[in-house]
């Protein structure tokens, strides 16, 4: 009996070691670059407030992408890019983990904003979340780095109340 305890231990012992093997060839692997100087894998981009995960092939981000903050350890965006650019949808969350807003439908802008005749380089449509999960506000933003940085309201934009009632609309050009 004791031999077949001493065999299982050795088996489990050599399991988790392999494991712990396995885990560091793939923390060795992430921020690489591929023959031609290019980004390629998992990047890892670690700041003084956040800590990035962006997966990338031949220099262009593609795939999935998120943030944690570092304070907290808690997810504040997650989404998909291709070629550099927003796909599928784009999600924020506050510090205490609510969804803030999602962004989907990305595509190449081409309306200007009257103000400062400025046209950027992309637009999304946008909803904005109450902490209770009620929509707060809806409509396109045009953009050039990030939704959630420097963009702007377009179009048809509806404002509801924390009940989910319509409260306003308002058009931007």
């Known amino acids: 009996m004791e ?10 012992l050599v399991l ?6 396995s885990q560091k060839d793939y923390a060795d692997k992430t921020n690489q670059l591929n023959s031609q100087g290019q980004k390629e894998g998992l990047w890892v981009e670690d700041d003084e407030n956040d800590i990035d995960y962006i997966y990338f092939h031949n220099g262009e981000a593609n795939g999935m992408f998120y943030r944690i903050k ?3 350890n808690s997810l504040t965006w997650f989404g998909e890019l291709s070629n550099g650019e927003y796909v599928g949808t784009y ?22 904003i009257s103000l400062s005749n400025i046209v950027p380089e992309s637009k999304c449509y946008c909803i ?7 929509v707060e506000s809806e409509g396109f933003l045009l953009f050039s780095d990030s939704p ?9 934009w509806k ?6 009632k319509l409260t306003e609309t308002k058009v931007f050009k």
């Open 16 to 21: 988790f070691n392999q494991t712990i093997i």
């Open 3 to 12: 031999k077949k305890y001493l065999i299982i231990t050795l088996l489990m």
């Open 70 to 72: 570092k304070c907290n």
């Open 91 to 112: 999600y924020i969350f506050s510090d205490y983990g609510h969804l803030i807003f999602a962004c989907n439908n990305f595509t190449k802008n081409t309306d200007s």
């Open 159 to 164: 404002y509801y109340d924390e009940n989910g």
């Open 128 to 134: 904005n979340y109450y902490p209770n999960g009620f």
């Open 148 to 156: 959630s940085f420097d963009s702007f309201e377009y179009g048809e």
